[in-house]
């Protein structure tokens, strides 16, 4: 769990930084796409993670490739993490930035796993729902296609879930045929 730790601190140093000069909702959004570039593209995540790629070549790449869509300061941290040998912590690191930012701003993340993609109205009314659960207004959504959910989705948000999934329905239909069977035999 060191990295765990480790992760943590450049997360914080960065959040620090980013609200001294305040950035932290650009970089946000940087650290979000970067996320979702990690996420998306094994070549990106094989790249940072090679140790047989030296660091020059690693930052001179992280420089050309990032420079022109994100803040400077997103880049200069990329390239201070690789410098120092944490561009294999890259990925924890993005992570912990963004749920600092959050917990600093409020935002709660609505995690949804949903059979099939979802329409914007419909990801709207789960948003609403969340609203009215929690008080809050800040609401980021996060939807995920679940292909085992056989229809239907199920919602996560703040330690709490909600299964409006079809492989539920079905299950409290087996268990409730199954024990309505035990008690007329």
Do not use: H, W
Not at 104 to 115: H, W, Y
Not at 121 to 129: D, L, P, R
Not at 142 to 155: A, E, F, M, N, R
């Amino acid at each position: 769990m060191l990295f765990n730790t480790v992760s943590l601190r450049y997360a914080k140093a960065l959040i620090e930084l980013c609200n001294e000069k305040n950035l932290t909702e650009s970089v946000y959004a940087n650290m979000k796409e970067m996320q979702y570039l990690l996420a998306e593209s094994y070549e990106l995540r094989n790249f940072l993670k090679t140790p047989q790629i030296d660091d020059k070549t690693k930052s001179s790449l992280v420089k050309k490739i990032f420079a022109p869509y994100f803040q400077e300061v997103t880049v200069s941290f990329l390239t201070l993490l690789i410098r120092k040998g944490r561009s294999d912590l890259i990925i924890y690191i993005v992570y912990q930035f963004i749920e600092l930012y959050r917990q600093q701003t409020g935002i709660i993340l609505a995690q949804v796993r949903s059979a099939t993609p979802m329409s914007e109205t419909m990801q709207q009314k789960i948003v609403e729902k969340v609203k009215t659960a929690t008080g809050s207004d800040k609401i980021e959504i996060d939807v995920q296609i679940d292909k085992t959910l056989l229809g239907g989705y199920k919602l996560y948000f703040n330690g709490k879930s909600y299964d409006a999934s079809i492989k539920k329905e079905l299950d409290e239909i087996k268990s409730l045929l199954t024990s309505n069977k035990t008690a007329t035999c």
